[in-house]
């Protein structure tokens, strides 16, 4: 089986786990990158305003993506992302619907101090809906390569 890690991180955090989380189920990387960067005023939550809480307001944003990627080769897609608002970021609804993604086993995972992944399987399924959406997990570096490669052997 052929599997791909794909990741979107804004501060760097999302990006170690994704990191680790490919090297021990030796599956290929893929950076989510937004078209437009972030910058820390629009990661700024507490102001109604900024970026990051205009988009998560409105559940029909789809950020751009510098890039598409071909999930084509591959038959499992890890997909990370810091919570945002207890769901995914909008540039991963628009990652999910920028592919085809019928057949395929697509594993969420997120990085977070506190929150689990919240309603995401559930949403990325209903913009996959030809592919296999499991639960996931929460990943915060913490765990071991060991760990990891167990885990994603499981899926």
């Known amino acids: 089986m052929k599997k791909l890690v794909a ?3 804004a501060n760097g955090v999302t990006k170690a786990a994704a990191q680790k989380l490919a090297q ?3 599956a290929d990387l893929f950076e989510i990158v937004p078209q437009t960067l972030y910058t820390s005023a629009d990661l700024n939550w507490r102001d109604k305003h900024s970026r990051s809480s205009v988009e998560m307001n409105d559940r029909a944003c789809r950020p751009a993506m510098a890039a598409a990627p071909d999930v084509s080769g591959y038959d499992v897609i890890f997909v990370g992302f810091p919570v945002w ?3 995914e970021p909008s540039i991963i609804d ?3 619907e920028s592919a085809d993604f019928t057949g395929k086993t697509v594993v969420p995972f997120c990085t977070s101090g506190g929150s689990g992944l919240g309603d995401s ?3 990325l399924q209903a913009l ?3 592919a296999k959406v499991l639960d996931g997990k929460r990943l915060n570096g ?3 390569a060991q760990t990891l490669a167990a885990w994603a052997q499981s899926v």
């Open 142 to 144: 913490r765990e071991s």
């Open 24 to 26: 021990a189920a030796g």
């Open 7 to 9: 990741y979107f991180s």
């Open 85 to 87: 608002w207890y769901r």
């Open 121 to 123: 399987a559930k949403n």
């Open 128 to 130: 996959a809906p030809g």
């Open 94 to 96: 628009t990652f999910m």
